[in-house]
């Protein structure tokens, strides 16, 4: 990202054994290499300035407090991300009713090529958004995209392709949608009135019609242009006395003391901490961080990636209006769902998501523990065996695939969630493609995409179609 301090590999190295052995001086460097992406990140989930700020603070304290229990140093990164995370995830229902927005900084595109990108990253559901702003503009590998999002690192490659095979898909309907009702009429019909946000089900009518129509095909072709252009997209603007913030704070063993006694399961907690020590420790020192906030019209991507947390249990997602207020995204659970007053997000996708390649179900983090409960005095019950569950059905989730000079490439399908008994039902454009079978939760199969025809002018695009309703795109070059 332009405007972020560049980090080697080698600075994680260092860091993971600097801050070990206790060395002032890397929290310094620890800070100024780490603060921005962070507070980008955590604004992301946290769309509040001040909310972001006290979240970084508190997650670099403790990734210092607790660099002893990081085995692997090659695991730092991954381990600060997923502490940040979980730190916002904690902090989401004290979200304030009026938030204040962070600046933008940093931007190298145009506004109306930002607000294309934007409403593009607005078809994709909230988990496939996460993982893209981690893996593409934070640099996170499949692994440490896998300990941040609590799944494998298999899922985690599947779900950033998938993702960005999406987002290609999606950008380049916004594109014709925005640019090419003039030329072909048959953009106002798919697309419904200029202005109006496409879901998912409208970017797949538009990327069909993309394909086929000679019009619209030189136009909607973003495949090579979205994923670059999340780079240059701006991000949050960070607070200049955070800087400060985090040295006093890093230099007071009571504060780090009370970060880290938070987050020590229940059971062995040694005397209990106040939630409200952390506002009233640090609200003081942070008044200036939230004054003269101002909203950036939408330049930065407010968008509540869906949490998975286990204690999200709502139907609301938060996205950035181009306005830059905030405006409902309906779930699942129907439009006109009422929004929780604690601002939290649900990991249920919503219904524009339907399309879209459902991600997996995060498993409970290592370090998440409950206590036993029971009635002071009573002996405890034996609880009776539950009856077995039966397994879900899961979901197919499916990549495209490109025909380099060959007339051959594979579609790989993956059964995610549970079994799945999937076949192809379909194919469009030049190509001929079948295979179906029944997949366990987590296995993966391969269906062979053939160019029908022997001769290649220049290329073509086209897809193939599965009984569950997913699509795989084909594109082949000469």
Known sequence: MAGWPSIERADDLWLAQALRS????????????YAVRLFDYCHVLLPDERAAALTVVDTLVLMRERIGDLGD???????LYSMAREECLRERPALPAERHPADATGAEVDE???????????????????????????GLTPEELAEVLEITPQDASILVAQARHDLDDAFAAVVVAATGREDCP??????????????????????????????????????????????????????????????????DPEFARRVTARRVPPAEASPPVEESHRSSRLWPVMAAVTVGALAIGGGVLYVLPDSGHENAGNNQ?????????SADVPSAAGAGAPRPKDGATSATPSPSDSSKTPTPTP????NRSRSPQGRPGSPSAPTPPSPPAQPASGTLAVSGCTMNGTRHCTVTVVAQGGPVTWSVTGVNGDISASGGGS???????????????????????????????ATAAVSWRC
């Open 22 to 33: 206790g060395d002032k001086a890397a929290e310094v460097r620890f800070y100024d290499l």
């Open 363 to 366: 498993t409970p983090h290592r």
């Open 439 to 469: 997949l366990s939760a987590g296995q993966s199969a391969g269906v062979t995409v053939t160019r029908d025809a022997s001769w290649c002018w220049s290329g073509g695009n086209g897809s193939v179609s599965f009984n569950t309703g």
């Open 317 to 325: 997602s938060i996205a950035a209006k181009p306005d830059g207020s």
């Open 112 to 138: 109306a090529t930002r607000l294309l990108v934007h409403n593009a990253l607005l078809v994709l559901t909230g988990r496939q958004r996460e993982a893209l702003d981690l893996s593409q503009r934070h």
């Open 73 to 79: 140093p090659q695991a730092f990164r991954g381990r």
């Open 186 to 251: 048959s953009i106002g019909a798919l697309a419904g009135p200029p202005g109006q946000r496409l879901d998912a089900e409208t970017c797949g009518l538009l990327t069909r019609h993309i394909t086929n129509c000679p019009i619209c095909g030189t136009r909607g072709d973003g495949r090579a242009a979205s994923g670059r252009l999340l780079h240059a997209m701006p991000f949050a603007a960070m607070p200049g006395a955070l800087r400060d913030r985090f040295l006093a704070a890093a230099a």
